[in-house]
Nanobody, 122 residues
Framework: AQLAESGGGLVQPGGSVRLSCVASGNDFKFYDMGWYRQAPGKQRDLVAAIDSSGNTVYADSVQGRFTISRDNAKNTVYLQMNSLKPEDTAVYYC?????????????????WGQGTQVTVSS
């Protein structure tokens, strides 16, 4: 699938932003999808994932602040980010279709969006 993220930008600590990822293809409703982030000098880590049934999993660092959701009619997966902190600053990437099993998301190794920058700063 081809993936395109949008919605990043500069936001103040405590603020909110919603990221969107649009996927190509006609089988999106069957896709398990994930959001990752990568800060400078760090590895790319899973932020949240959602399976085709709507089951979700989150990194401990974002639990209770971020929400992943999907709209199959629009081939889109969202990441609502609230109560943002400076440590949330990173490039955010969409991934899919991966594999979601037992609250674990296994990314598709070569299916990534171009990324969208989120900077949390006053």
């Amino acid at each position: 699938a081809q993936l395109a993220e949008s919605g990043g930008g500069l936001v103040q600590p405590g603020g909110s932003v919603r990221l969107s990822c649009v996927a190509s293809g006609n089988d999106f409703k069957f896709y398990d999808m994930g959001w990752y982030r990568q800060a400078p000098g760090k590895q790319r880590d899973l932020v949240a994932a959602i399976d085709s049934s709507g089951n979700t999993v989150y990194a401990d660092s974002v639990q209770g602040r971020f929400t992943i959701s999907r709209d199959n009619a629009k081939n889109t997966v969202y990441l609502q980010m609230n109560s943002l902190k400076p440590e949330d600053t990173a490039v955010y990437y969409c991934n899919g279709p991966g594999s979601y099993s037992r609250a674990t998301y296994y990314p598709h190794g070569s299916s990534w969006g171009q990324g969208t920058q989120v900077t949390v700063s006053s």
